[in-house]
């Protein structure tokens, strides 16, 4: 029965996850020039987004397991499209375009990266709203620089990077397992 609960969130998650994609990149290119494929371009950075804003807040509350595969697996896995993003990079390089290609893919990558970053820290705000831990985190940084013998990254050791690191670990080896 567990396998046919897992088989149903993945289902349903990727469904709609495919439409969002779709009907998203419709939208889009009813706007959007045909010559950069914004519509591809928007919908990594916002499923990268998503998935990093997503992942922080869910490694706080901790949901069904079956609710994370929905959102993170299902949804999220069939509304980003990276494979997708390879294929235009390489065909605008066939097209002459390589200007367009290079900026295509280190723009994706760039504001992918970005947009986890950005949803991480804003997750963290809505389960920590204070921030306090960046004050104490600085000022810690600050009074043990002068101490070399430390190579530990700071923030690191901080609860919240702790949680989010242990989170997707777990929901890594859990991938894994099922593969």
Known sequence: METWGKILALSVGGVA??????????WINRWASSQFPWATFSINVSGAFAIGFLTALLARWSPHSHVRLLILVGFLGGYTTFSTFAFESVTLWQRGESVFSLTYMAGSVLAGCAAVILGVALAQGIV?????WLVGMRQSMASEATDESSSRNRAAGHPDVMDVERYLAAESDAGEMAQ
């Open 17 to 26: 996850g495919v439409n969002a994609r779709y009907w998203l990149g419709v």
């Open 128 to 132: 920590q709203p204070t921030w306090s």
